[in-house]
């Protein structure tokens, strides 16, 4: 497997990342929103890069083998702390191995629990329910995700 690597926001090549947020098979699986423009994505970036300087949050770029495939972050949420992984489709094996060390991060933060969102559009992810100490149902900007509710110290036993 290519190296991964998280990187911060200020990092990023403008022009790749607006070509990989605009991906159609990546926004199947997003909350519905206009294509980005570089106005859009200006905004975008200024406010994950707001959520960075939180106190519990991180939110990095993730490159593999030297290429953007997404980003991730530990991020505030209505209902407590949301771990996010956008990648593109191209990288999606990867997404244990970053969701791995997100988990590290989120101990290193000091969370005890974490939420993880999916889209009704994607399939149940049987390992997350099976380290979930909770799986329901949330509506979230007018769309339907299955969010799985993940306990940190239970987690830590865990094999995924």
């Known amino acids: 497997m290519s190296k991964i690597e998280f990187r911060e926001l200020t990092q990023v090549n403008r022009d790749e990342l607006l070509e990989l947020l605009n991906e159609d098979l990546l926004r199947e699986h ?4 206009e294509y980005f423009d570089s106005r859009s994505l200006n905004e975008w970036l200024k406010i994950k890069v707001k ?58 933060l000091g969370h005890k629990e974490i ?15 099976r380290v979930a100490k909770k799986v329901h149902k949330t509506e979230l900007l007018g769309r339907c995700f299955t969010t799985y509710c993940i306990e940190v110290d239970r987690f830590a036993g865990s094999k995924l």
């Open 30 to 33: 997003l909350i519905d929103h």
């Open 51 to 108: 959520t960075d300087s939180l106190p519990g949050c991180r939110v990095r770029l993730i490159y593999i083998g030297g290429v953007l495939a997404g980003w991730c972050g530990i991020q505030p949420d209505d209902k407590g702390v949301e771990l996010a992984i956008v990648i593109s489709q191209q990288f999606w094996g990867v997404g244990v191995s970053i969701f791995k060390t997100m988990i590290g991060w989120v101990k290193e």
């Open 115 to 129: 939420l993880c969102h999916l889209l009704e559009s994607r399939p149940e992810y049987k390992v997350l329910k």
